[in-house]
């Protein structure tokens, strides 16, 4: 099993930044993509932004672009998300998605979720 753990989320201000991570563990033999997902209410839920890591090659969805900046720390198999100059419309719930390979034989590939955690921003 692969378990994600997001945090950092919170309340602030409009124009204010939060940094989110989220740390993978478990039975990991490699991480091909972390990324992550929101959803505001009553909305779909969108990617936000992701990373390869193998490449170090990033997306970004066009409404955060050159607000949000997605990294990672290898060794720590976690992926943060710095967020700056938040809007109100930033405001939902973000979620970790991670693609990658466990060690177990069995099997071998998985995609794991985490629970989320609320940001929300206020004008």
């Known amino acids: 099993q692969v378990q994600l753990v997001e945090s950092g989320g919170g309340l602030v201000q409009a124009g204010g930044s939060l940094r989110l991570s989220c740390a993978a563990s478990g039975s990991i033999f490699s991480i091909d993509t972390m990324g992550w997902y929101r959803q505001a209410p009553g909305k779909q839920r969108e990617m936000v932004a992701e990373?390869?890591?193998?490449?170090?090659?990033?997306s970004y969805t066009d409404s955060v672009k050159g607000r949000f900046t997605i990294s990672k720390d290898n060794a720590k198999n976690t992926v943060y998300l710095q967020m700056n100059s938040l809007k109100p419309e930033d405001t939902a719930v973000y979620s970790c998605?991670?693609?990658?390979?466990?060690?177990?034989?069995?099997?071998?590939?998985?995609?794991?979720w985490g629970q989320g955690t609320q940001v929300t921003v206020s004008s």
């Open positions: 998605k991670t693609i990658g390979r466990t060690k177990n034989v069995d099997l071998p590939d998985f995609i794991s």
């Open positions: 990373l390869t890591f193998g490449w170090g090659k990033t």
